[in-house]
């Protein structure tokens, strides 16, 4: 029972935490990109450093057979 508490509580205390943060990073055009790493479908991760100096397009997809 108190299960059914604890889990809605936290969950709205993580969102309340989140909205009023002041830690959000805000760009505008020409700003150089944070920097941040990823790791593709074969496991290898690629920094964003790698890449200086080039364009690139960071495009994020659903798994397949997933819904979204």
Known sequence: MKL???IPAVFILMV???????DKIVLSEGDDAPS????DQ???IHNLSDYKG???????????DTPG
Request: hydrophobic share 55%; aromatic share 28%.
């Open 16 to 22: 309340y935490l989140n909205f009023f943060s002041n």
């Open 4 to 6: 059914l508490f604890i």
């Open 42 to 44: 074969d496991g290898k």
């Open 54 to 64: 080039m364009r690139i397009i960071v495009y994020f997809f659903p798994m397949a």
């Open 36 to 39: 941040f790493s990823l790791r």
